[in-house]
C-alpha cells in the first residue's frame, strides 16, 4: 500500500504535468475562469482518490481527459449555470493571432468534434487511442474528424 507522503508526492507531480491540459480542456467548454479552476480541483481530487488505479502514464492521461470532458459537460448543463461570457471575452492564452482565430473556431465546435479536434491536434493522441478513450467505433471519430476539419477550413477561409 501506497504511504500518504508517496502519494502526495505522485499526486504533486501529475498535476504538474498535467495542468495544462485539463486547463485547456476546460477552456473548451467553460466561458469564466472560476469555472475552470473549479473543474481543474474536482479533476485532480478525483484523481487523488483513484490515483492506485492506473496500469500506466496512458491509462492515467486517458483518465484525465475523459473525467475533464465529463465535468465540464456536466457543469454546462447545471442548473446553476446561468451567466456565461461570450467567447470574444475570454481569455485564451495562444501564440499567435492566427493560431487564436482557430482555436476561438474550435471553440464553437459542437462538442462531440471539438473534442476530437483538441485531442488529435493539441494532445497528440492517435484516431484508434480516441475511440478507445471515448468508447466510439473507429469509422465514428473518423467522420467527426473530417466534419471538424472541413468545418474549421470553411470557417477560417471565411475570415
Known amino acids: 500500500m501506497m504511504q500518504h507522503s508517496d502519494r502526495n508526492d505522485d499526486v504533486s507531480i501529475v498535476v504538474e504535468k498535467y495542468a495544462d491540459m485539463v ?21 485532480f481530487l478525483q484523481y487523488l482518490l483513484n490515483a492506485d488505479q492506473f496500469t500506466d502514464e496512458q491509462h492515467q492521461k486517458a483518465w484525465l481527459c475523459r473525467v475533464t470532458f465529463n465535468k465540464c459537460k456536466n457543469l454546462c448543463r447545471s442548473f446553476w449555470r446561468k451567466k456565461v461570457v461570450s467567447i470574444e471575452e475570454m481569455e485564451i492564452p495562444y501564440e499567435s493571432s492566427e ?10 465546435l459542437p462538442s462531440n468534434y471539438k473534442e476530437v479536434i483538441y485531442l488529435y491536434y493539441f494532445e497528440g493522441w492517435s484516431v484508434p487511442e480516441i475511440a478507445e478513450m471515448k468508447g466510439k467505433n473507429l469509422n465514428t471519430i473518423y467522420s467527426r474528424l473530417r466534419y471538424a476539419k472541413e468545418h474549421l477550413k470553411k470557417k477560417l477561409e471565411e475570415t
Open 23 to 43: 486547463r485547456r480542456i476546460c477552456f473548451l467548454y467553460l466561458h469564466n475562469r472560476a469555472d475552470v479552476e473549479d473543474v481543474f480541483q474536482e479533476v
Open 99 to 108: 493560431q487564436g482565430e482557430v482555436i476561438k473556431e474550435v471553440l464553437k
